[in-house]
RNA sequence: GCGCCCGUAGCUCAGCUGGAUAGAGCGUCGGACUUCGAAUCCGCAGGUCGCCCGUUCGAAUCGGGCCGGGCGCGCCA
């Protein structure tokens, strides 16, 4: 089951096939080699069958001189082999070096096997990113688990806030990377219209169209009287005295989730997503869930088996401490009829269950950590194995404002809104969609294990050297390569031939031919680890690679496409390298699928064009300067 | 007090299923434009990987203990 150990691979003859199957790049190409000569050491007797349950290592060093890929095999099977590293090494060493595609291999320090491959190991990638395209990475579709992806669920009492950004984003990240690595996502969005909240919310509404101040513990925004006014214009009679109960909230919660039309401070949940590229299967009402009966089912199935406890002043406990919780959870108020929130989720993870998927996530902020337990024993309740129930924490976003710690209230009328700050990126970045891509940046250049301090005036107006832009700059680069290459000299980067591919020798770009190589690993990690910054971070050096190859070009004075110094003599089309310039454009092409293939893993744009801002003619009133307080 | 997360360069962070000389961005300083897109590139400087023990050929990485910071420990959601 561990990956990387090459016995339980051998031990079971579709692993093996599987493996196959699966391109994992120049690595890999190592790691099959090893195995090869491990076999035929066993096979003779030279080495115990025991070296079958060994982890080693294939990657590339650090550093240059050791070798294109290294691996650790011969240290980490000394103890078993009853010899020593260095010994084992040169044993396996001119075995190795006897392997197709394998040049040289060097012992060194206390055994590394540093080994150097032949450029048609490397030449093989651009094959395979081709025939891929921008599935290159990906797992078959729709092979893996299904699974119930729950993020956001904020509650829809208030517009989506910069620190509610995180959780979204992330949690479209992990659904991408789960999809990629073959899983069917389901994304769902648990809105809690149901209870105190709703009801105080429905209140301040009624206050703030009678011109009264909201209730205590209400709700005092700007877009609490921009809904008031929309009801009052709109439907006014749920503001009467007689109005059906609930009609009021649930007009409320209605315009939060799909907003206000022209409004800016009602957009509406969904549309502020949507507009960051995050779409949901399902949109769960808690409120629903009291109304089809769902809440009383539930507590059925919890009194049968005996798990609820009936206290003495009247409130009625799920008695979770039985579990790994510490202590029992009331779900029903000592008035004898008030639920509480933990009734309804109870009810809604028994619909989770009974929806039959394979595994269930919930994304919630590391404020929600104490909630996991409670969770855990009401699915122990419906028969959920505790092993397919994972919840991701991230840590949690403090706001700053120019250093300062900012604190945000509900009744402060200082709320930070996702569009506020999306909007202000837009705007000085001059392109719808900048600030979706900054705030996904932001968020997802960090581990969601890292608490987050973001700076307001930053977020806002520190947007022209925002990395992001870094890395969409590459890509637009990419294309600028191939678009000229078609406009000015009619080429297009043509299929895979060996013949081509062998003009690829400039060791840059072998080298960007192995991290290309390595994308899907990064891919299955990223999924398997529930970690998306990583294919952030495989891309920032993946485009760090590229302009510094392209800029090295230009000093070796060489190019991929012919330059005017080149052009502008006579003939020169005669000593021009036609089949080089077509090879690297086959390159320059596969490096930007992957490129796009991860962006979109990120759900960042990848634009084909940029338009360069005018750097200080905007300038965002630059005379108090720099302070790079944050990022 | 208990639980979870964090502590790595001046700042923001990668690296953590143990591997060779600990990396990147920003910032400082110095260089590279005849632009296949300079929103770029190259270089210098910058580190007791919070501290102490332990495990072993080897620890930023694993274990234990401290110190410091964040969050939680509601009949709020």
Redesign the pocket.
């Known amino acids: 089951m ?3 150990a090459f016995a339980s691979k051998l031990a079971d003859p579709a692993a093996i096939e599987y493996r196959r199957s699966e391109f994992m790049g120049v690595e890999e190409h190592l790691r099959e080699s090893v195995v090869t000569v491990l076999e035929e050491l066993v096979a003779s007797g030279q080495l115990p069958p025991e070296v079958r349950t060994a ?1 080693f ?1 294939s990657e590339r ?3 240059a ?3 294109h890929v ?3 095999v011969a ?2 099977l ?2 078993v082999a009853k010899v020593k ?1 260095r010994d084992l090494a040169a044993t396996i060493q001119p075995r190795l070096q006897a392997q197709p595609g394998i040049r040289q291999v ?1 012992i ?7 080994v150097w491959l032949e450029p048609q190991v490397f030449q093989a990638v651009l094959h395979e990113v081709q025939q891929l395209g921008l599935g290159y990475g990906r797992a078959p579709a729709a092979t893996g688990e299904r699974v119930l992806l729950e993020f956001v ?3 829809p009492t208030g517009p989506l806030l910069v620190s509610h950004g995180r959780g979204a984003i992330f949690g479209d990240a992990v659904g991408r990377a789960l999809e990629a690595s073959g899983h069917r996502v389901t994304r769902e969005y648990y809105i ?1 219209d ?5 009801r105080l919310l429905a209140e301040s509404v009624r206050a703030a169209a009678a011109g009264k101040d909201p209730p205590e513990g209400g709700y005092g925004a700007a877009y609490v009287k921009v809904l008031a006014e929309w009801i009052k214009a709109n439907a006014s009679e749920a503001l009467k005295d007689d109005a059906p109960e609930g009609l009021l909230a649930r007009l409320c919660i209605g315009r939060m989730l799909d907003g206000i039309p022209g409004s800016d401070e009602v957009r509406g949940i969904r549309n502020t997503l949507g507009s960051m590229g995050i779409f949901f299967d399902g949109w769960y009402s ?1 409120e629903s869930l009291h109304r089809w009966g769902k809440v009383d089912a539930a507590l059925l199935q919890l009194r049968e088996r005996g798990v609820l406890l009936e ?5 009625l ?1 799920f008695k979770t401490s039985e579990g790994e919780d ?10 004898g009829r ?5 009734a ?2 109870i009810a809604y993870h028994g619909d989770k269950v009974g929806r039959g998927y394979e595994r269930l996530i919930n994304v919630l ?7 996991v ?1 409670r969770l855990r024993a009401a699915l122990d309740v419906f028969g959920f194995e505790q092993q397919r129930f994972e919840v991701l ?1 991230y ?2 976003v ?1 706001l700053l404002r120019d250093g300062q710690p900012y604190k945000m209230g509900k009744r402060l009328g200082n709320l930070i809104t996702i569009d506020e700050v999306t909007d202000e990126i837009d705007q000085a ?3 719808k969609g ?1 600030g979706a891509d900054a705030l996904r940046y932001y968020y997802l ?9 973001l700076d307001i005036e930053i977020a806002k107006q520190q ?5 992001v ?2 890395l ?3 890509h ?2 990419l ?3 191939l ?3 078609k406009e ?1 000299f009619g080429l297009e980067a043509p299929r895979f031939g060996v013949a081509h591919a062998a003009k690829l020798v400039h060791p840059d770009e072998l080298a960007m031919l192995q991290q290309l190589g390595s994308y899907p690993r990064v891919v299955r ?1 990223a999924a398997r ?1 529930r ?1 998306p ?2 294919t952030l ?1 495989f891309l ?2 993946l ?3 590229f ?9 070796e004075r ?8 080149q052009t502008s003599q006579p003939g020169w089309e005669a000593t021009w390298d036609r089949d080089k310039t077509l090879a ?1 454009l086959a390159w ?1 092409d596969a490096i930007r699928t992957v490129y796009a293939a991860g962006l979109w893993l990120l759900g960042i744009s990848a ?7 005018s ?1 200080e003619a905007d300038g965002v009133e630059s005379d108090d300067d ?1 302070e ?4």
């Open positions: 561990r990956s990387g982890v290592s060093p650090k550093v001189e050791h070798g290294a691996t650790n240290m980490v000394a103890r590293p060097d060194a320090g206390p055994g590394f096997l540093n669920s904020a509650n809690n149901f209870g105190n909240q709703v808690e206290l003495e002043d009247g409130a406990a510490d202590k029992d959870r009331v779900i029903r108020k000592n008035d008030t639920y509480t929130y933990f309804s989720d902020g590391a404020d929600h950590h104490g909630y337990a924490l840590q949690l403090s970045a001059g392109r900048a250049s960090r581990s969601s294990e890292q608490p987050i301090k947007n022209l050297d925002n990395p832009f870094y969409q700059y590459g637009a680069r294309c600028a390569i678009r000229r290459a000015v990690d680890e970690a910054h990583k971070f920032q050096e485009s760090q690679q302009q510094s190859y392209f800029t090295r070009l230009k000093v060489d190019a991929i496409l012919p330059q005017s110094w690297r320059v634009p084909e064009r940029m338009v360069r801002p750097a720099a790079p307080a944050t990022s």
